[in-house]
């Protein structure tokens, strides 16, 4: 069988290699790794684990540096991704995803778990990521984003309502219903149960009791 193309083609690679965080995220890794595994002295020098940068949860990775790599790292990754594992553009990641909060947080959380697999001993954890943790974000991504971002960002539809949602107003009243709820856990006040009852007046809309 002959090749139909004669023309001689530069050589390239059948797969390519996942992209490796930079130096400051590694640092990260290892200060959780040695958090979760280290010695008792080495624990002691890390200090308290709540302030330690995790990757997979960029509101976490507070340092500008690292965090530059942090973006740099998905930036690469979800180049990879495409190029990689997509075939159809339906299953392909937007180019507008860091405008996609909801895309944001789930890349970072795939790109771990692909890292992690990758250096795993066994061909087991790649096998999860493959069967479960890529096509379950997919079918989230194209549930979330429909036919939205295709040819070019659109915003948020979602937006005006929530505007809406953390307007002051709606937000005491909110608030409100949340202290209707707290009144019902009271213990009673054993002198007030003596006294008379007292009438008061309650707004049937907001549920607000009036004097």
């Known amino acids: 069988m002959t090749d139909p193309d004669p023309r001689p083609r530069t050589p390239s690679p059948l797969v390519l290699d996942f992209p490796e965080p930079g130096r400051r995220l590694e640092h990260a890794y290892r200060e959780l790794h040695l958090a979760q595994h280290g010695t008792a002295e ?30 740099a790292w998905l930036e690469e990754f979800v180049s990879w991704l495409n190029h990689e594992h997509t075939w159809d553009v339906g299953g392909m990641i937007p180019l507008c995803w860091p405008l996609h909060p909801h895309l944001v947080h789930e890349i970072a959380v795939l790109a771990d778990q692909r890292r992690r697999a990758g250096k795993a001993l066994t061909s087991d954890a790649l096998e999860e990521w493959n069967r479960y943790a890529l096509p379950a974000f997919v079918d989230r991504m194209k549930l979330r984003l429909k036919s939205h971002c295709e040819e070019r960002h659109q915003e948020w539809p979602g937006r005006a309502r929530h505007t809406r949602h953390v307007s002051d107003e709606q937000r005491h009243r909110r608030e409100r219903l949340y202290l209707q709820d707290e009144a019902t856990r009271r213990q009673p006040d054993p002198e007030s149960a003596t006294a008379a009852p007292r009438l008061t007046l309650v707004d049937r809309e907001t549920g607000e009791v009036q004097d």
């Open 42 to 71: 080495q624990k002691a020098v890390i200090g308290p684990f709540e302030g330690l940068p995790r990757p997979w949860d960029p509101a976490t990775v507070k340092e500008p540096r690292q965090r530059r790599e942090l973006w």
